[in-house]
């Protein structure tokens, strides 16, 4: 044992006569010689949550399918702005990802259209647009235009992401579009109710429209339509439209499903107007899905666990936290449905109940948190009119359902009309998220599910007691600083 605290690294290696300065000379020489070695090898331990700097197994397998070379080119300006410099390197770093993971198969290009003028005419020749940036630039205003977008190209087809500027999202473009191009037949899916205005600006839906068009033909289903093919159409989205649905169009509904599909309802328990006054909700589908044993109530639910809105009384505009904006993160994370979501934002949503009916199966996949209650009948809409509730009230509420009959088709309720609308996006971006995810699973056999943001999500405290947040607070002060003491005092101690 004597001989064995003897020994050290420099008595084993012989080097004890060495002066330290040589030792340390060696040692940078080693430590050279091994970085040139391991050079050629990527070596990465992504420790993120939910791994949001690895690409997902769903662009995996896309890829993985591909039968031919897809060229994946970033027209990217030298003259970047400030803010686009880091945007740029994530970039990158993600197309170098789709490369490796393709081998062969993946071929990528960064352009300059402003230093090489075969690039730029390439740009041109895509309608790849030039994108306005205002900065300050040494006290100075200046407007810049530069090209930041990507061209994907598989055969003689081509599409475009004409702004790669949200990374959060980009791995999501990227893959829907090679899934899109390389597919041999297109997946169809379908809208009724708000889906369409005569006035795009007008329309409610654009941007969850746009988004799904990214990888999918999507149709408009009217009154006059004779029938939708189940087989054809992969998936039902029926919005709520604020005016009855008529038998016609209920019969086409009903018939799908019949027919095995798959749709997903986005609708109101009871009404809200622009004034904040409740009213029936009018699209007329209850009884169809009673017929499922799923009961759409008509109440609302309200939450403490809830987002921000903004109020004004004609003289002063106001934020506040509004409990009819409901909050939850109840939720099955380990289901492809919710992969990738933090959170989801529920806009006067009412709740719902399901029964027993026989060939029928449903589950329920989302509620509310366990702090919320309820309004029946009895509507006071405006924040400070909501009575508060009583702790006998404080309960869970089923907020999602899916509903599936045995040898017929299946659905995904959600009772917020104002789920995926545009106006409510801002608070509720994993919504998109979620229906992406649904529409993915039902119409391609979930081969874009669970496709990750490229951003580490804040997961938010759940609502705790005050005298509990003060302990978390002042811990997290306290705390470190008693370790800091604690190693100063070993510190001195030492010396």
Excluded: C
């Amino acid at each position: 044992m004597k001989i064995l605290r003897g020994l050290s690294v420099l008595t084993v290696l012989r080097l004890e006569k060495l002066q330290k300065s040589s030792i340390f000379i060696l040692l940078i020489v080693v430590f050279v010689l091994l970085n040139l070695l391991v050079s050629p090898f990527s070596l990465r331990l992504d420790l993120s949550r939910g791994k949001a700097y690895t690409l997902s197994s769903s662009s995996k397998k896309i890829i993985k399918d591909i039968d031919d070379i897809v060229t994946l080119k970033f027209f990217s300006s030298s003259t970047l702005p400030t803010r686009l410099a880091p945007l740029k390197t994530d970039i990158r770093d993600l197309l170098d990802e789709y490369q490796k993971q393709g081998s062969s198969k993946i071929m990528v290009k960064v352009l300059d259209p402003k230093k090489d003028e075969t690039s730029l005419k390439e740009a041109q020749t895509l309608g790849l647009p030039e994108l306005q940036f205002s900065q300050i630039e040494q006290d100075k205003y200046a407007v810049s235009a530069t090209y930041f977008g990507i061209s994907v190209q598989y055969g003689d087809k081509r599409e475009l992401i004409p702004q790669a500027t949200n990374i959060q999202s980009l791995e999501y473009d990227i893959t829907s579009v090679i899934y899109k191009i390389t597919r041999k037949d297109p997946l169809v899916i379908a809208m009724m109710g708000d889906s369409s205005s005569p006035d795009p600006e007008a329309d409610q839906l654009r941007a969850i429209s746009e988004i799904l068009s990214q990888q999918f033909e999507i149709r408009s289903i009217a009154s006059e339509d004779e029938k939708i093919d189940a087989t054809t159409i992969k998936t039902l989205l029926v919005f709520d439209k604020n005016s009855p649905y008529s038998s016609d169009e209920a019969s086409l509904i009903k018939n799908y499903l019949s027919a095995k599909g798959k749709a997903v309802f986005v609708l109101d328990g009871v009404s809200v107007s622009e004034g904040l006054t409740a009213q029936d909700a009018q699209h007329n589908l209850f009884s169809l899905l009673k017929e499922y044993g799923v009961t759409l109530e008509k109440n609302f639910v309200l939450s403490e666990s809830s987002e921000v809105a903004s109020f004004s009384t004609g003289e002063m505009a106001f934020f506040t936290p509004y409990p009819f904006w409901v909050k939850t993160t109840a939720f099955d994370n380990s289901s492809s449905l919710f992969s990738g979501l933090s959170s989801l934002s529920f806009p006067w949503v009412s709740s719902i109940t399901t029964k027993k009916v026989s060939g029928v199966t449903t589950k329920i996949l989302g509620k509310s948190e366990k702090n919320s209650w309820k309004q029946k009948e009895q509507f006071m809409l405006a924040p400070q009119q909501i009575p508060p509730p009583q702790e006998k009230d404080m309960k869970q509420f089923d907020l999602i359902v899916e509903a599936e009959k045995k040898d017929a088709g299946q659905f995904i309720l959600i009772p917020s009309s104002r789920f995926v609308k545009d106006q409510f996006l801002t608070r509720g971006q994993d919504n998109v998220g979620f229906i992406l995810n649904v529409v993915n699973t039902y119409a391609s056999g979930g081969a874009l599910s669970g496709i990750r943001s490229r951003a580490v999500s804040i997961a938010p405290l759940k609502n705790i007691p005050e005298n509990t947040k003060d302990i978390v607070k002042y811990g997290n002060i306290f705390f470190p600083l008693l370790f800091g003491i604690f190693g100063a005092m070993r510190l001195l101690k030492r010396r």
